[in-house]
C-alpha cells in the first residue's frame, strides 16, 4: 500500500487522468514522459499560458491549475501524425515570434488582454499560416475538450453520471 | 501405453461438446447442463468472469488515458478493428486485434470478432425483435436461397422460452410482420420518437415506429435475480460488462447459470481445429483442439457436438474437419459448405433537425436507443424493383450547443453553461441482403494461423438488390422526414464494406433437401445427425431483424430435440 501511495505521489495529474513524470535528472525537459514529441520546460511553460489565456481561473479553477496543458501534450503525442506534431511545435514558436513582432514582448511578459486579443487574431484570420492554424486548432480544441472532460468539471461544475437509473423521455424544459 | 489412453480418453469424454460461448454457445451450454448432461465449451479466447473481469466497467471519462480514443500507433495497427464503434479505450480489450488474427479479404470485409468467453455477448447492440412468416416464407415466396425448413409456429414457443429467461423489455405493438413476446416494460419513446410514431401512423397505415425490443431488465423478475442480475440502472457502458448483469449476456446469465448446475467445464484457450469424424462407426466422436498458449494438440470426445464458433467461424471448422467421408468438409457433399453468406445492409444513415416540442428533452438514458420501424416494404406482396426490404432505427434526442468561440471568461462561461440545442433526430438502415453462391467463404490453399488452422479467405460483397434498396431506404425516410416537417436533412452513405454490420450468417444453411442445404430442420448436418450448428452459419435468410434471439431460441430447441434424440437411441 505505501509503495502504491508513493507512487500515487509522483504521478501528475492532467484533467484527471495521471500522467508519468519524466526523467527529472534530464533538466530543461517537459515535466511528463512523452514518446515522440521533443518538449523543452520553456514551451511547456508558455503552453500552459496559452491555456490559461483560453480557460482562465475565475472563481474557478482554470487550464493551468488542472494541467491541461499537459493533457494537450499528451494527446497531440499519442493521436496525431507526425506531420501534425511538426506543425504543432513550429506554430508554438510562431506564436513567440507573433508576440514579439506585434507587441515586442514574449507572450509570457503579455497582459491578459493582449494575450487574449492575440489568440483572437489567430481564430479570426481566415488566411492564418498553416502552422499556427494546426497549432490553433489543436491547443484550442484538446484545451476546452480536456476542460469539459476534466474530472474538476465533470464532477463539479456539469456532473456526469456513472449510473443514472432512469430515463424520461418527457422531461420538461423552458422552451427557448 | 494403451491403458493411459482409455484414462485419457475417459477424462476427456462428455456427454456433449459445445463450440464457442458466445450468445448461442452460452444457451446451449445452459441447455445441457440444465438437462443433467456433462457438458465441455471450448472457448479460443480467455475467460472473462462477470463483474471481476470487467476492468472498465466503472471509469468515468476522464480516467481513460485519451478520454476514450484509441491511440494512432493502435489505430494505425488495427484498421479493421478501428473501424468498428466499439473500439474504444473502454472496450477495445474485448475485440480482436487484427494482427493476432489474420484473414484474407478477397474482397473488403471488415471481420469483427470477440475471442474470449462470452464472445460477442459482451459487445452486442442487444436489439431483440423476433422473425415472423413474412421472414421465414420470404425465400420460397420471392424465390432466392431454399426455403427455411421451418415456419414462425416452429420457433414461436422457443422465442418465448429465450425472451422469459434472458429478460426482454418492449411492447406489445400487436405486429403480423414483428410478433410480441414475453416482454418486461418497454421503453418509453421520448416525446420527438413519440411525434414521429403519431405522423407515420397517420399518413402510412402500414408502418409503424415502435420502442425498439431490448434484452435489458427494465423490471426483473425471479428468474433474473436467481440468475444474479438486476435492474438495468440506464448506464448505457454495456460494452465495457455490466456489473449490474443489466443486459443479457452469456457471461451475465447462461455460463453461470450453467456452472451452477455442477456440469459445465469450461475451458478458455482452446482452440478447435476441427470436428473428428469416424469413418467407421459413421458419426461426430469429439473434436481435436490446440492449447492456445501451449499449442498442445489434444482431443475431446462426445456423444453430442455443438458447433456455435460465430457464423464465420463455424464455417471454418466444418471446412476444416475432413475425412475419408468428408474429404471436402463435415457434411459437405453437396460443395455448398461456406457458401451463401450473408449480412446486414447498415450502410446509410439519415439526420436531421426539428424546431418543435421545444418544452422537452430528456433526462437519464434509454436502453433501448429509441424507436424502431419494422420493415414495411414487400411485406404482404412484391411492391417494388427490389427484392425483400428493409428495418430503420429511429431515435431523437436533444444535446447542449456549445458557442466555442472566442477565448477567456466568456468561452469558459459559454461552454458551463450551454443552452440546449433543437431536436437531432437520426436513422439507420438494416437492410436484409440476398445470400449467393458467389458470397463465400473457404480455406486458404496454403496460409495457416500460430495454432495451424488454415485462414479463412472472404469473399463477400454487395450487389445491384442492395444497392436499390438503400436508394429506397434513402429515398422514403427522406420523405418520411420531410413530411413530418424535420429539417436540414442530411443523407450518409458510408459505403462501409459487409461485416461492419457484425451481423454475418450463413454457410451452413437450414434447409428440407440435403442436396441444397447443409442443415436439417433441427440444425443438424444432414449427413452427421449429431453435429448440430446453431449459430449465425446457420441461417437460410437473413431478413432484416437482429438475429442474436433468433439464435437463443434455435439453439434452445435444438438442444431440447438433440436430448430427445439422443435418449431415443437416435443420435
Redesign the interface.
Given at each position: 500500500m505505501e509503495r502504491r501511495f508513493a507512487i500515487k505521489q509522483i504521478l501528475i495529474m492532467a484533467?484527471?487522468?495521471a500522467l508519468l513524470p519524466s526523467c527529472l535528472k534530464e533538466s530543461g525537459k517537459s515535466s511528463i514522459a512523452l514518446t515522440n514529441l521533443d518538449v523543452s520546460l520553456d514551451q511547456e511553460h508558455l503552453l500552459a499560458e496559452i491555456a490559461e489565456?483560453?480557460?482562465?481561473a475565475?472563481d474557478t479553477p482554470?487550464a493551468k491549475q488542472l494541467n491541461l496543458h499537459l493533457f494537450v501534450l499528451?494527446?497531440l503525442d499519442?493521436?496525431?501524425?507526425k506531420e501534425d506534431q511538426k506543425l504543432f511545435m513550429k506554430g508554438l514558436s510562431d506564436i513567440g515570434d507573433v508576440a514579439q513582432d506585434k507587441y515586442g514582448k514574449s507572450f509570457q511578459k503579455l497582459a491578459?488582454q493582449q494575450r487574449?486579443e492575440l489568440?483572437?487574431a489567430i481564430?479570426n484570420d481566415k488566411q492564418v499560416p498553416p502552422a499556427l492554424g494546426k497549432f490553433y486548432e489543436i491547443m484550442?480544441g484538446r484545451t476546452?475538450?480536456?476542460?469539459?472532460?476534466?474530472?474538476y468539471?465533470?464532477?463539479n461544475?456539469?456532473k456526469?453520471e456513472?449510473?443514472?437509473?432512469?430515463?424520461?423521455?418527457?422531461?420538461?424544459?423552458?422552451?427557448? | 501405453m494403451s491403458n493411459i489412453n482409455t484414462e485419457s480418453k475417459k477424462t476427456n469424454t462428455y456427454d456433449v461438446i459445445v463450440i464457442g460461448s458466445g450468445i448461442s454457445g452460452g444457451w446451449a451450454a445452459k441447455e445441457f447442463t440444465e438437462k443433467g448432461l456433462k457438458t465441455l465449451v471450448l472457448e479460443r479466447g480467455r475467460d472473462v468472469q462477470h463483474i471481476k473481469d470487467y476492468p472498465t466497467t466503472n471509469k468515468y471519462p476522464f480516467e481513460f488515458e485519451h478520454r476514450g480514443e484509441p491511440a494512432l500507433a493502435i489505430q494505425k495497427e488495427n484498421p479493421i478493428a478501428s473501424r468498428c464503434y466499439i473500439f474504444r479505450e473502454d472496450a477495445m480489450h474485448f475485440v480482436v486485434k487484427d494482427h493476432e488474427h489474420p484473414y484474407v479479404q478477397e474482397k473488403p470485409f471488415d471481420w469483427i470478432r470477440g475471442y474470449q468467453v462470452g464472445g460477442k455477448s459482451l459487445l452486442w447492440a442487444r436489439q431483440t425483435q423476433r422473425w415472423s412468416d413474412f421472414d421465414f416464407e420470404g425465400p420460397a415466396r420471392d424465390g432466392f436461397a431454399v426455403d427455411w425448413p421451418i415456419r414462425y409456429k416452429d420457433l414461436a414457443p422457443w422465442y418465448s422460452y429465450a425472451e422469459k429467461f434472458a429478460g426482454i423489455a418492449g411492447n406489445k405493438d400487436g405486429l403480423k410482420e414483428l410478433p410480441d413476446g414475453e416482454f418486461l416494460p418497454g421503453y418509453p419513446l421520448n416525446a420527438v420518437e413519440d411525434y414521429f410514431k403519431g405522423f407515420v401512423k397517420n399518413k402510412y397505415p402500414n408502418r409503424h415506429v415502435i420502442s425498439a425490443r431490448c434484452a435489458h431488465l427494465s423490471k426483473p423478475n425471479q428468474i433474473h435475480f436467481d440468475q444474479g442480475r438486476a435492474k438495468c440502472q440506464n448506464r448505457i457502458l454495456c460494452q465495457r460488462g455490466c456489473p449490474f448483469g443489466g443486459y443479457f449476456s452469456s457471461n451475465a446469465s447462461t455460463l453461470p447459470w450453467a456452472a451452477k448446475t455442477g456440469n459445465l467445464t469450461l475451458r478458455p484457450f482452446s482452440v478447435v481445429e476441427s470436428v473428428i469424424y469416424d469413418d467407421k462407426l459413421g458419426k461426430a466422436t469429439g473434436v481435436r483442439v490446440v492449447d492456445a498458449n501451449t499449442k498442445e494438440e489434444m482431443e475431446f470426445y462426445a456423444k453430442i457436438i455443438f458447433v456455435n464458433a460465430a457464423a464465420i467461424n463455424t464455417n471454418l471448422i466444418l471446412l476444416n474437419s475432413k475425412s475419408t467421408r468428408f474429404p471436402n468438409g463435415l457434411g459437405n457433399d453437396n460443395g455448398q459448405l461456406g457458401k451463401f453468406v450473408a449480412f446486414h445492409n447498415y450502410s446509410a444513415r439519415i439526420s436531421a433537425e426539428y424546431d418543435g416540442m421545444k418544452q422537452f428533452s430528456t433526462d437519464g438514458r434509454n436502453p433501448a436507443g429509441g424507436g424502431y420501424i419494422p420493415r414495411f416494404r414487400n411485406v404482404y406482396k412484391q411492391e417494388t424493383n427490389f427484392k425483400r426490404g428493409y428495418a430503420a432505427g429511429f431515435s431523437a434526442h436533444r444535446s447542449n450547443e456549445r458557442d466555442m468561440t472566442g477565448v477567456g471568461e466568456n468561452l469558459k462561461k459559454n461552454i458551463l453553461n450551454p443552452p440546449l440545442g433543437p431536436w437531432h433526430v437520426g436513422s439507420h438502415m438494416m437492410g436484409e441482403t440476398i445470400p449467393k453462391e458467389s458470397n463465400f467463404v473457404s480455406l486458404h490453399q496454403s496460409k495457416k494461423d500460430n495454432w495451424g488452422v488454415p485462414l479463412l479467405n472472404i469473399s463477400v460483397d454487395y450487389d445491384e438488390n442492395d444497392a436499390l434498396m438503400k436508394k429506397d431506404y434513402v429515398a422514403e425516410m427522406s420523405q418520411m422526414f420531410d413530411e413530418a416537417g424535420f429539417k436540414n436533412i442530411k443523407v450518409n452513405d458510408s459505403s462501409q464494406a459487409p461485416g461492419l454490420d457484425i451481423h454475418e450468417m450463413g454457410g451452413a444453411r437450414m434447409g428440407l433437401d440435403p442436396k441444397t442445404s447443409i442443415l436439417n430442420k433441427w440444425n443438424q448436418i444432414h449427413a452427421c445427425p449429431n453435429v448440430f450448428v446453431t449459430d449465425g452459419a446457420c441461417m437460410t435468410s437473413t431478413s432484416c431483424q437482429n438475429p442474436s434471439l433468433t439464435y437463443m431460441a434455435l439453439t434452445a430447441r435444438a438442444a431440447d430435440y438433440a436430448v430427445k434424440s439422443m435418449n431415443r437411441f437416435e443420435i
Open positions: 484533467g484527471g487522468i489565456t483560453i480557460i482562465p475565475t482554470g499528451k494527446m499519442d493521436l496525431y501524425e491578459v487574449q489568440l483572437l481564430e484550442k476546452v475538450g480536456g476542460y469539459l472532460n476534466s474530472k468539471v465533470m464532477t461544475l456539469i456526469w456513472l449510473v443514472p437509473g432512469r430515463y424520461n423521455g418527457y422531461f420538461p424544459v423552458k422552451a427557448a | -
